[in-house]
T-cell receptor
Framework: DADVTQTPRNRITKTGKRIMLECSQT?????MYWYRQDPGLGLRLIYY???????NKGEISDGYSVSRQAQAKFSLSLESAIPNQTALYFC???????????FGQGTRLTVV | AQKITQTQPGMFVQEKEAVTLDCTYD???????LFWYKQPSSGEMIFLIY??????QNATEGRYSLNFQKARKSANLVISASQLGDSAMYFC?????????????FGAGTTVTVRA
């Protein structure tokens, strides 16, 4: 089993719909992150969390919200999806030494 | 301002040859970390190598080595003896410690195609 698991792996949704992307990890890490990847832009940080009570906005948080339900679970929500949120989304975790970030397999989201 | 710059959108390399992927970074921190990730066509992000700003020696991991030139703010990845399976997109990333949030900033990536 993967250390960082994202569900769903692929999703097509309609404009205006609410959608949740889920992430769970078995690494025991405190730090969790959500990134989106767009062609030519690399990965950009949406939100991050250092523990269950700690939520922080990244560089592109508008239109997104997150929930840290437990140390191992961090979900990303699009309250009202729009087409320019079509992207590849990654969840990642790291420990306090942070010499490596572990990524999930990615969720390919298409908003039509 | 862009923190990580990868100037090569795409590169071709012959199998068994070495290839160097460029990465320059911008930070005023003294303490930071530099990472390289590989993303094959399947989409997952695979960690390759890490270099800390205080590490005096260049990091190496198997066929991967990081050419760290601190004064030039350069962290190029060298892949030796390229294999067909090395065809992928490669991302350079940096973690700054200043704000204590350990976020990773990524470059736009370089696509490498290995030719037989």
């Amino acid at each position: 089993d993967a250390d960082v698991t994202q569900t769903p792996r692929n999703r097509i949704t309609k404009t205006g719909k609410r959608i949740m992307l889920e992430c769970s990890q078995t690494k025991g890490h405190d730090r969790m992150y959500w990134y989106r990847q767009d062609p030519g832009l690399g990965l950009r940080l949406i939100y991050y969390s250092f523990d269950v009570k700690d939520i922080n906005k990244g560089e592109i948080s508008d239109g997104y919200s997150v929930s840290r339900q437990a140390q191992a679970k961090f979900s990303l929500s699009l309250e009202s999806a729009i087409p320019n949120q079509t992207a590849l989304y990654f969840c990642a975790t790291s420990d306090q030494l942070n010499t490596e970030a572990f990524f999930g397999q990615g969720t390919r989201l298409t908003v039509v | 301002a862009q923190k990580i710059t990868q100037t090569q959108p795409g590169m071709f390399v012959q199998e068994k040859e070495a290839v160097t992927l460029d990465c320059t970074y911008d930070t005023s921190d003294q303490s930071y970390g530099l990472f390289w990730y590989k993303q094959p066509s399947s989409g997952e992000m695979i960690f390759l190598i890490y270099q800390g700003s205080y590490d005096e020696q260049n990091a190496t991991e198997g066929r991967y080595s990081l050419n760290f030139q601190k004064a030039r703010k350069s962290a190029n990845l060298v892949i030796s003896a390229s294999q067909l399976g090395d065809s992928a997109m490669y991302f350079c990333a940096m973690r700054e410690v200043r704000s204590n949030d350990y976020k990773l900033s990524f470059g736009a990536g370089t696509t490498v195609t290995v030719r037989a």
